[in-house]
């Protein structure tokens, strides 16, 4: 099983900022298949990212991804007040693993 | 308008059967692959499992491998989860999921707002 790490747990920032935020895999994720969600108190997760670097269905170009390997992230530039959630990373290469998530929070 | 509503949760005794269900509509349900995630209260997302659009392949998470079945019946746009053996760990929101893609590991686009099982004595 792919193991995924995200870091920081918690990243508090002010709106207008930039989080960057990291997902560490255990193992290869071969053909870039991996994936960010945004989860916010009481909500079903949305799709933001999928294949490392591809936009979901409305997404804004200040959310982008990057990586390869083993080593992942997930940038949100100029926050806005929707931004302050909780994100996961999932991979798919290897049967499906979530990453133990990482809340931006407001400063 | 993609919709998925996920049924049959509620509480369940240790070693319970319950079925989960989600009835899709707004989309041609066959062209995708679906999927189960949960989250325990509190708890970050835990992929469960994952079923090809025809049926044919399925992905089960190791927590639940023996004790749950993942199904769809394409002729009634319904997904299904046969949960069996049930654990006090189980308690979760169960979240129904819409692969972007016909195949069973994929990410999931559309999500229901889930239903909540919870097991207890």
């Known amino acids: 099983e792919i193991v995924l790490t995200q870091s920081p747990g918690t990243l508090s920032l002010s709106p207008g900022e930039t989080a960057t935020l990291s997902c560490r895999a255990s193992?290869?994720?071969?053909?870039?298949?991996l994936a960010w969600y945004q989860q916010k108190p009481g909500q079903a997760p949305r799709l933001l990212i999928y294949g490392v670097s591809n936009r979901a269905t409305g997404i804004p170009d200040r959310v982008s991804g990057s990586g390869s390997g083993t080593d992942f992230t997930l940038t949100i530039s100029r926050l806005e007040p929707d931004d302050f959630a909780v994100y996961y990373c999932?991979?798919?290469?290897?049967?499906?693993?979530f990453g133990g998530g990482t809340t931006v929070a407001i400063k | 308008e993609v919709r998925l509503v996920e049924s049959g949760g509620g509480v369940a005794r240790p070693g319970g059967s319950p079925r989960l269900s989600c009835v899709a509509s707004g989309f041609t349900f066959q062209d995708h692959g679906m999927s189960w995630v949960r989250q325990a209260p509190g708890k970050g997302l835990e992929w469960v499992a994952s079923i090809n659009w025809n049926g044919d392949t399925r992905g089960l998470a190791d927590s639940v491998k023996g004790r749950v079945t993942i199904t769809r019946d394409n002729t009634r746009n319904t997904l299904y989860l046969q949960m069996s053996a049930l654990r006090v760990e189980d308690t979760a929101v169960y979240y129904c999921?819409?692969?972007?893609?016909?195949?069973?590991?994929?990410?999931?686009?559309?999500w229901g707002q889930g239903t909540v099982v919870t097991v207890s004595a």
């Open positions: 193992q290869f994720v071969s053909s870039s298949r």
């Open positions: 999932q991979q798919y290469a290897t049967s499906v693993t």
């Open positions: 999921a819409r692969g972007v893609t016909s195949d069973w590991d994929q990410p999931s686009d559309f």
